[in-house]
């Protein structure tokens, strides 16, 4: 299958301060990404969806600008959480789907910890 | 918008065969997924459904009946590496997954 890489794996920041994550697809052009969150013991939450050269679209419940996203490039999106608070500590999860694909493909994901 | 069911947790023997049902309501619907996800792990994709019928792949198939909103994923010969959880997800139109809950599966000795 393609392969999608997130960065980081892990960060923690301090309250306050912002995270940018990345996402990756390595051999194929992303004409969409997904970005997800999943706090313990719970599923995958869709926050937004980002096509390429385009605005995001979020999901019911999630601040836009809180959580941006910028899907500038077919092989790069970003999720840039501003002014975290220990709240937002929790698993980010980015997929990426080619106009071709039929299914989508996950990044290894981001853990992130806002102390 | 999607609703999603599945069992909480399922407990098996090494050997055995577990089945991990899903059922569910959408307002769209473009295939339905069965996914393994490991602690601290993102998930792996394990099968796809988008027409009724059984598909198999190795020792994990995975049914799905469209009129009854119903899919259920099987594995055989559990070996203790398959203790993790199991997501069952529907995709839409807009290729957008909503995902159940998670079926966490302990193998046992």
């Known amino acids: 299958g393609a392969v999608v890489s997130q960065h980081p794996s892990w960060v923690i920041c301090k309250s306050g301060t912002s995270v940018k994550i990345e996402c990756r697809s390595l051999d194929f052009q992303a004409t969409t990404m997904f970005w997800y969150r999943q706090f313990p013991k719970q599923s995958l939450m869709l926050m937004a969806t980002s096509n390429e050269g385009s605005k995001a679209t979020y999901e019911q419940g999630v601040e836009k600008d809180k959580f941006l996203i910028n899907h500038a490039s077919l092989t790069l999106s970003t999720l840039t959480v501003t002014s975290a608070h220990p709240e937002d500590s929790s698993f980010y999860i980015c997929?990426?789907?080619?106009?071709?694909?039929?299914?989508?493909?996950f990044g290894q994901g981001t853990r992130l910890t806002v102390v | 918008g999607q609703n999603i069911d599945q069992p909480t947790e399922m407990t098996a023997t090494e050997g055995a065969i577990v089945q991990i049902n899903c059922t569910y309501q959408?307002?769209?619907?473009?295939?339905l997924f069965w996914y393994q996800q490991h602690a601290g792990e993102a998930p792996t994709f394990l099968s796809y459904n988008v027409l009724d019928g059984l598909e198999e792949k190795g020792r994990f198939s995975s049914f799905l009946s469209r009129s009854k909103g119903y899919s259920y994923l099987l594995l055989k010969e559990l070996q203790m590496k398959d203790s993790a959880s199991y997501l069952c997800a529907v995709r839409d139109g807009d290729y957008k997954l909503s995902f159940g809950a998670g079926t966490t599966v302990t193998v046992r000795a």
């Open positions: 997929s990426a789907r080619g106009k071709a694909e039929t299914e989508a493909f």
């Open positions: 959408t307002s769209g619907f473009n295939g």
